[in-house]
């Protein structure tokens, strides 16, 4: 079943740039989409608008399950903002505490979720004590707490070496494999792509082009 339909689905900002003109796709749940395309094509403004973080300027996101309703969303940016001061069981227990979760009726789930990034033992760290790689294990784990529907990754590995990338392509595998939530992964890495997906959207190279082409289906294993 479908998750969400993105409905001829446009974008121009104010200062007259067309990032996407209109896209149609629609996202299965429990896929694991890569929007592959070189830097400016509109990925990243694909991606904000599924989280609503952005309004299209025509076209809309039709939400298929859950009556129409956007389910919860967890979002990994490439660029780890974590909260520099707070240890990392803060920062993975942050958006339960916004929700009203205390830290002791927390910390089982907290506890867990960085067991399943293989960051156990680094509860009191700190993030400037961690490297690239275990920073963006805690950004993943933030963004599982909640346990959503959707996982929303911009470009998250790509700052990072080649082996570091490579583990963390192997454990979102995993985690994807066990928890079956939907993922919408934004890259420029063929390769990644290839990896990682169950499904490929190829975007046009030049910004405000409509898709080349769409769902190429890279016959990963589903089960
Ligand atoms: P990608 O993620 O594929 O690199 P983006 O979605 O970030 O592409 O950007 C697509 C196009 O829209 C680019 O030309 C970019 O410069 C432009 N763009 C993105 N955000 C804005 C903005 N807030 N204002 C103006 N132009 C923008
Ligand atoms: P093959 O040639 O059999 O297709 P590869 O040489 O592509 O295999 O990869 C060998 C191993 O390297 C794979 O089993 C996989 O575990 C690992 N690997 C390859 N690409 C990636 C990637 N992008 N991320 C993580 N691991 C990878």
Known sequence: AALLALRSVGKSFP???????SIDLSIGEGDFVSLLG???CGKSTALRIIAGLTMPTTGMIDWQSGAGRQ????????EPTLLPWASVFDNVWLPLRLKGVSRSEAAPAVTGMLERVNLAGFE?????????????????ARALITRPRLLLMDEPFAALDEITRFQLND???ELWREERFTVVFVTHSVFESVFLSSRIVVMAARPGRVFEEVAVDAGYPRD
Do not use: C, H, Y
């Not at 200062?15 to 003109?21: C, D, E, K, M």
């Not at 389910?71 to 940016?77: A, L, W």
């Not at 700190?126 to 690239?132: D, H, I, Q, T, Y």
């Open 38 to 40: 070189p830097s400016g």
């Open 124 to 140: 009191k760290s700190v993030p400037r004590e961690l490297s690239g790689g275990m920073k963006m294990r805690v950004s993943i």
């Open 71 to 78: 389910p919860s969303i967890g979002f990994v940016f490439q």
């Open 15 to 21: 200062n007259g740039v067309t990032a996407l003109r």
């Open 171 to 173: 454990d979102l595998l």
